[in-house]
Structures are given as structure tokens and as C-alpha cells.
């Protein structure tokens, strides 16, 4: 008996092994990795163990899980993705609904968007999704009216009203905080915003909850229906992962799903 016993133990233990999986996963440094701190612990109580992997910009965590050096994603919007996939041939999808990261505009001079002068230079960022996105919620403030059809591959040739004849400057998005000093104003990144040591509540102007900008859990369309993709959303998708976002980040993230 007691060797039945411990034969059945032992087989328990490698369906177990077999059945525990390790996926890593690309994140962008700030909210995108404390949240997937959180989220990886969830996972591990349902057998699956992540291993994050953290970049310092858009570009590498896509090309990285492209070239099957990751199995998921975790930092970016579909606008970008989409972009993305255009420009580079990727076959990669978006699964599931994590966080917004609101990007907003900043300025070391001014407290309102209306004290922007005539002339102003502007920073934004340099990829195309994240352009727009700026251009889109500046014209929200009423300072530039773009083409109604501009939609979200806005750039500045789209800007049909500048009354102030705003000058924009385009800049990698990690470099943007650090323009700040340079220009009158400029768009950020919550994720790089917090590490710069700016506060998105005090903002000039940033994109709320109605936001079209999303993140999202992103995996090659090879591995959609493996089973370790549910497992991985919902892991983010959990009561403790927003409650981590309220009280961690007071606003400034916002859980997306």
C-alpha cells in the first residue's frame, strides 16, 4: 500500500511539472512592470510562471516577441501595435486589456495650457500612434484644429488651425520628459513621466477614462489559443490588480478592463 501511495505521489508531482509552464513576458519600465509584478503572482498561484522581461523603449519589446525571444507583451495601445505591424511585417495580436497609462502634456513654465505663447515650441512623440494621440488631445484644449479626417494617423502637416502658430518638435517618446527644460511644453508618457518625477495630476492637460488608448496583453498569433494566454490575462484581469492600481498610482493608471 504504501508503495501504491508513493507511486501515486510521484506521478502527481510530474503531471504537476508537466503541466507548470514559464512564459516570459516584454514589459516597458514604470506602471507596465509593477502591474505585471502583481499580475505575475497571480499567475504563479494558477501554475504559471512569468519572467519579466523589461525594455527601455516602443521598439524592442515588439521586435523581441516578433523573433520569439518573448511570449507576450505587456506596454502598448492597438493604435501602436498597429503602426507597428504595418511599418514591420509583424503578425502579432492583442488579447486582452490591462491599463491606460494617459499621456499629457507638461510644462516647467507654464500652469495652464492656456498660457502657452504665440510661438511656443511643442515636443511630441515621434512615432506615428503616439503623435497622433498628442495632436488629438491638444486639440481638445482648442489650441490646433486638425483635419476631421485625420483620425489616428494625425501628424502635424493635419493641423488645419494654429492659432498661436505653435512650433512641434518630434522626439523619441523616452527623451520627451527630458526636453522639458528646452521647449515651452511637451507630451509624456505616464510610464516615463513618473520616472522623470512628474506628477500626471498636475498636468496640463491629460486623456481620461473615455480614452481610445488602452494597453493590451500582445502575443504572436501562433501561440492565440495556447492555454497560458487566458491564464495570462486573466491574471491581470483580477480584483487585486486594480486595487493595486488605485491606491499605487492615485489616478494616474488607470485599470482598463
Request: net charge neutral; proline share 6%; glycine share 6%.
Given at each position: 500500500?504504501?508503495?501504491?501511495?508513493?507511486?501515486?505521489?510521484?506521478?502527481?508531482?510530474?503531471?504537476?511539472?508537466?503541466?507548470?509552464?514559464?512564459?516570459?513576458?516584454?514589459?516597458?519600465?514604470?506602471?507596465?512592470?509593477?502591474?505585471?509584478?502583481?499580475?505575475?503572482?497571480?499567475?504563479?498561484?494558477?501554475?504559471?510562471?512569468?519572467?519579466?522581461?523589461?525594455?527601455?523603449?516602443?521598439?524592442?519589446?515588439?521586435?523581441?516577441?516578433?523573433?520569439?525571444?518573448?511570449?507576450?507583451?505587456?506596454?502598448?495601445?492597438?493604435?501602436?501595435?498597429?503602426?507597428?505591424?504595418?511599418?514591420?511585417?509583424?503578425?502579432?495580436?492583442?488579447?486582452?486589456?490591462?491599463?491606460?497609462?494617459?499621456?499629457?502634456?507638461?510644462?516647467?513654465?507654464?500652469?495652464?495650457?492656456?498660457?502657452?505663447?504665440?510661438?511656443?515650441?511643442?515636443?511630441?512623440?515621434?512615432?506615428?500612434?503616439?503623435?497622433?494621440?498628442?495632436?488629438?488631445?491638444?486639440?481638445?484644449?482648442?489650441?490646433?484644429?486638425?483635419?476631421?479626417?485625420?483620425?489616428?494617423?494625425?501628424?502635424?502637416?493635419?493641423?488645419?488651425?494654429?492659432?498661436?502658430?505653435?512650433?512641434?518638435?518630434?522626439?523619441?517618446?523616452?527623451?520627451?520628459?527630458?526636453?522639458?527644460?528646452?521647449?515651452?511644453?511637451?507630451?509624456?508618457?505616464?510610464?516615463?513621466?513618473?520616472?522623470?518625477?512628474?506628477?500626471?495630476?498636475?498636468?496640463?492637460?491629460?486623456?481620461?477614462?473615455?480614452?481610445?488608448?488602452?494597453?493590451?496583453?500582445?502575443?504572436?498569433?501562433?501561440?492565440?489559443?495556447?492555454?497560458?494566454?487566458?491564464?495570462?490575462?486573466?491574471?491581470?484581469?483580477?480584483?487585486?490588480?486594480?486595487?493595486?492600481?488605485d491606491k499605487r498610482f492615485k489616478g494616474a493608471v488607470i485599470a482598463g478592463w
Amino acid at each position: 500500500m504504501r508503495r501504491l501511495l508513493a507511486a501515486s505521489c510521484l506521478s502527481l508531482l510530474a503531471l504537476a511539472g508537466a503541466q507548470a509552464e514559464t512564459i516570459k513576458v516584454g514589459v516597458t519600465a514604470g506602471p507596465f512592470a509593477e502591474v505585471l509584478d502583481v499580475a505575475k503572482a497571480n499567475a504563479a498561484r494558477e501554475g504559471l510562471t512569468i519572467e519579466p522581461v523589461e525594455f527601455s523603449d516602443f521598439v524592442g519589446p515588439n521586435a523581441a516577441l516578433a523573433a520569439g525571444d518573448l511570449h507576450a507583451n505587456s506596454y502598448q495601445h492597438r493604435p501602436f501595435l498597429q503602426a507597428q505591424i504595418d511599418a514591420r511585417g509583424y503578425d502579432l495580436v492583442p488579447v486582452g486589456k490591462t491599463i491606460l497609462v494617459p499621456i499629457a502634456f507638461y510644462s516647467k513654465r507654464y500652469k495652464t495650457v492656456n498660457e502657452i505663447p504665440a510661438g511656443a515650441t511643442v515636443a511630441i512623440p515621434n512615432d506615428p500612434s503616439n503623435e497622433a494621440r498628442t495632436l488629438l488631445l491638444l486639440e481638445t484644449t482648442g489650441l490646433i484644429k486638425l483635419r476631421p479626417d485625420a483620425g489616428f494617423k494625425a501628424t502635424p502637416v493635419d493641423i488645419v488651425e494654429n492659432p498661436k502658430n505653435i512650433k512641434f518638435i518630434e522626439l523619441e517618446a523616452a527623451q520627451l520628459a527630458r526636453s522639458l527644460d528646452d521647449v515651452h511644453a511637451a507630451a509624456v508618457n505616464t510610464n516615463y513621466a513618473l520616472q522623470a518625477g512628474l506628477n500626471p495630476l498636475e498636468s496640463l492637460v491629460r486623456e481620461g477614462p473615455q480614452s481610445r488608448y488602452i494597453c493590451e496583453v500582445v502575443v504572436r498569433r501562433q501561440d492565440v489559443d495556447k492555454p497560458w494566454v487566458k491564464q495570462l490575462v486573466a491574471a491581470f484581469q483580477s480584483p487585486n490588480v486594480q486595487e493595486f492600481i488605485d491606491k499605487r498610482f492615485k489616478g494616474a493608471v488607470i485599470a482598463g478592463w
